[in-house]
């Protein structure tokens, strides 16, 4: 069993910055960023793996990902922050890398608890 504690969620306004930190009990490759806005669907984010990262094209060019394997944690940096960015943001890690499915939320068996992300206008 994996355990995956988020942290950096916070209230910021538009144009904003924050970094949100995932801290894993134990080294895991495939880990991503994924969120979920009030009656939305969980949505991927990033995600990264030691061959590579991928990005959704509604953050792309404002939010990076990245990861200190020997802290076990993962990051995400997110710039130029917008209203629409508002969400529980949650960290999934998987033993198995595929980039092919590396920002769907089904293939992610660990999940953390979530940190609320706020961005006012």
């Known amino acids: 069993q994996v355990q995956l504690v988020e942290s950096g969620g916070d209230s910021v306004q538009t144009g904003g910055s924050l970094r949100l930190s995932c801290a894993a009990s134990?080294?895991?490759?495939?880990m991503a960023w994924f969120r979920q806005a009030p009656g939305k669907e969980r949505e991927g984010v990033a995600a990264?793996?030691?061959?590579?990262?991928r990005i959704a094209d509604s953050v792309k060019g404002r939010f990076t990902i990245s990861k200190d394997n020997a802290r076990k944690t993962l990051y995400l940096q997110m710039n130029s922050l917008l209203p629409e960015d508002s969400a529980v943001y949650y960290c999934?890690?998987?033993?198995?890398?595929?980039?092919?499915?590396?920002?769907?939320?089904?293939?992610?068996?660990?999940w953390g608890q979530g940190t609320q992300v706020t961005v006012s206008p």
């Open positions: 134990t080294y895991i490759a495939c």
């Open positions: 999934a890690a998987r033993w198995r890398c595929d980039s092919a499915d590396s920002l769907s939320r089904d293939a992610y068996p660990y």
């Open positions: 990264i793996a030691n061959g590579g990262s």
